[in-house]
């Protein structure tokens, strides 16, 4: 099942993690997907063993008088009615507890993740998180004190309606003694049959309540688990002349204003193609449009002749290298974290060190302990961590190491010092070799060389052109590009 959960988790659309829903669903699946279907199981061989239980304790008693046997079978109605009520709250209170219990794991991570200690000790926010953990927590026992009322309510109703049926048959044997249609040695094991019968009824019913509970946890799942794409062969990589967005458009799930709003850009194969843009204009949302990790709501992104639609699934990310600017420090070696460009393929060491000189990676990696092999974590023996930019440098080695027809670098010199950015954008042509490079940056010294430089508005393309187009358009470009030059000007040049 755990296997089962992972494979919709790793399968569905980038688009999915953009919904609160969908992390609410998979919390759901995470907890009840380990134990409903035990559950189930358990409940139906409780279930199936007091029914053969009740069968022979109900010919059993027949044979004393058939009166008995409906009377104590009416008494499991009560059970059964309030039973299936009681699972419905439980359901619901869990469908309502999501969220909160996701904040709750949030919470605990804030206070205590490593990547998190730092600024939680630097701000001393220990106090105030654990504040809103116990708020969040207090609540949470307050909403489950009410649900455990309810729940008792309806178990004593139960209970109550399944004893007065009990009580009833008893006066019924007694009757039936008094009356002389029993004798006092038959009314005694017709007694001791009453009771064995009026157990194994509770344990129907409490079968078939772990069962029907379990079934809406259960129906929950499999909506999540539909979810599940069609097992797809692995996409090829396809070489292009030109990838074009044509009046592309985008909206993150429960958001009425696009994040992309009718956008076309062109990308020839050998270009380095810029996105420059305030924050919020839409460049990562684009960028992922064009890599394919979001289907385009309105419009379509072309490869060559062939909208992305109707080429072999996965064939825009098989063929695209992606470093995003909050990229991922994988607690894994040098050469592992390289290597994760290629995921499936065999490691190949020289590719691997060609990324690393390309990236600058090579610069520091023989400083390390144990060079490609150096363990990139403190929380295991053995393991070093790196700067900011020496992660940054590593992660583009990974992109470089892909060997993709399209590489997309998203603020790719966020945390290099000026050498190296330089060193790298001065390179980046040779490295890339023919192939095409998508860049995203706020640093206009970047993407000044840039083939073509397209700026973002809102969502939509303001501006597009050569570095020396857009100043003589005097734009948006023109005024962003004065503003961040001005930092470097001496004060009587402003």
Same mark, same amino acid.
């Given at each position: 099942?755990?296997?089962?959960?992972?494979?919709?988790? +790793?399968?569905?659309?980038?688009?999915? =993690?953009?919904?609160? /829903?969908?992390?609410?669903?998979?919390?759901? @699946?995470?907890?009840?997907?380990?134990?409903?279907?035990?559950?189930?199981? !358990?409940?139906?061989?409780? *279930?199936?063993?007091?029914?053969?239980s009740c069968i022979g304790l109900g010919l059993t008693l027949v044979t004393f008088n058939p009166l008995l046997l409906p009377l104590l079978a009416f008494g499991g109605l009560p059970l059964l009615l309030t039973s299936r009520q009681e699972s419905r709250?439980?359901?619901?209170?869990?469908?309502?507890?999501?969220?909160?219990?996701?904040?709750?794991? =949030?919470?605990?991570?804030?206070?205590? /993740?490593?990547?998190?200690?730092?600024?939680?000790?630097?701000?001393?926010?220990?106090?105030?998180?654990?504040?809103?953990? $116990? *708020?969040? =927590? !207090?609540?949470?026992?307050?909403?489950?004190?009410?649900?455990?009322?309810?729940?008792?309510?309806?178990?004593?109703?139960?209970?109550?309606?399944?004893?007065?049926?009990?009580?009833?048959?008893?006066?019924?044997?007694?009757?039936?003694?008094? /009356?002389? /249609?029993? +004798?006092?040695?038959?009314?005694g094991a017709a007694l001791v049959a009453v009771r064995m019968l009026a157990?194994?009824?509770?344990?129907?019913?409490?079968? @078939?309540?772990? @069962?029907?509970?379990?079934?809406l946890f259960?129906?929950?799942?499999? $909506?999540?688990?539909? %979810?599940?794409?069609?097992?797809?062969?692995?996409? *090829?990589?396809?070489?292009?002349?030109?990838?074009?967005?044509?009046?592309? !458009?985008f909206s993150y799930p429960g958001r009425r204003t696009p994040a992309v709003d009718g956008v076309s850009i062109r990308i020839r194969r050998g270009e380095v193609v810029?996105?420059?843009?305030?924050?919020?204009?839409?460049?990562?949302? %684009?960028?992922k449009l064009i890599a394919g990790l979001y289907p385009p709501d309105q419009g379509a992104v072309w490869w060559d002749d062939s909208p992305l639609s109707?080429?072999?699934?996965?064939?825009?990310?098989? !063929?695209?290298?992606?470093?995003?600017?909050?990229? @991922?420090?994988?607690?894994?070696?040098?050469?592992?974290?390289i290597a994760l460009g290629q995921p499936e393929q065999p490691v190949n060491d020289d590719g691997i060190r060609r990324a690393a000189a390309a990236s600058g990676v090579a610069d520091f990696v023989d400083e390390l302990p144990q060079g490609y092999e150096t363990m990139l974590t403190r929380m295991f023996d053995g393991g070093h961590d790196l700067s900011?930019?020496?992660?940054?440098?590593?992660?583009?080695?990974?992109?470089?190491?892909?060997?993709?027809?399209?590489v997309i670098l998203d603020e790719p010199s966020a945390a290099l010092d000026p050498r190296a950015e330089y060193d790298l954008f001065s390179s980046l042509r040779s490295t890339i070799e023919g192939r095409s490079a998508l860049v995203i940056s706020h640093r206009f010294s970047t993407v000044r060389n840039a083939d073509r430089i397209y700026v973002l508005d809102s969502g939509r393309v303001a501006e597009s052109g050569t570095h020396d187009e857009l100043m003589a358009t005097d734009g948006i470009y023109a005024e962003l590009f004065r503003l961040q030059a001005t930092a470097y000007l001496p004060d009587e040049s402003r």
């Open positions: 099942m755990w296997h089962s959960i992972l494979d919709v988790s +790793t399968g569905v659309g980038l688009w999915n =993690y953009e919904d609160p /829903g969908f992390f609410d669903r998979l919390e759901r @699946v995470r907890v009840s997907g380990l134990t409903r279907p035990f559950q189930v199981t !358990s409940g139906v061989i409780a *279930a199936l063993g007091s029914a053969l709250l439980e359901f619901r209170f869990n469908v309502t507890q999501t969220q909160p219990s996701r904040l709750r794991a =949030y919470l605990a991570i804030l206070m205590t /993740g490593r990547d998190e200690a730092k600024e939680v000790r630097a701000f001393d926010m220990v106090g105030n998180l654990r504040r809103r953990f $116990d *708020a969040v =927590y !207090s609540r949470y026992l307050d909403d489950l004190r009410g649900h455990l009322k309810r729940r008792t309510a309806l178990s004593v109703i139960g209970q109550s309606g399944a004893a007065i049926v009990l009580g009833l048959t008893l006066l019924a044997l007694a009757w039936m003694v008094t /009356g002389g /249609g029993l +004798t006092i040695a038959t009314a157990s194994q009824i509770q344990g129907l019913t409490g079968g @078939v309540q772990a @069962v029907f509970e379990s079934g259960i129906d929950d799942l499999q $909506d999540f688990l539909a %979810l599940a794409p069609e097992p797809a062969t692995a996409a *090829a990589v396809r070489p292009f002349e030109q990838i074009e967005s044509r009046q592309v !458009s810029a996105l420059v843009g305030e924050n919020g204009s839409g460049k990562s949302t %684009l960028a109707e080429l072999p699934e996965g064939t825009a990310r098989a !063929s695209t290298a992606v470093i995003f600017q909050d990229f @991922v420090h994988y607690a894994m070696d040098v050469r592992t974290n900011g930019g020496q992660w940054q440098r590593l992660a583009i080695a990974r992109a470089f190491y892909r060997d993709a027809p399209l």
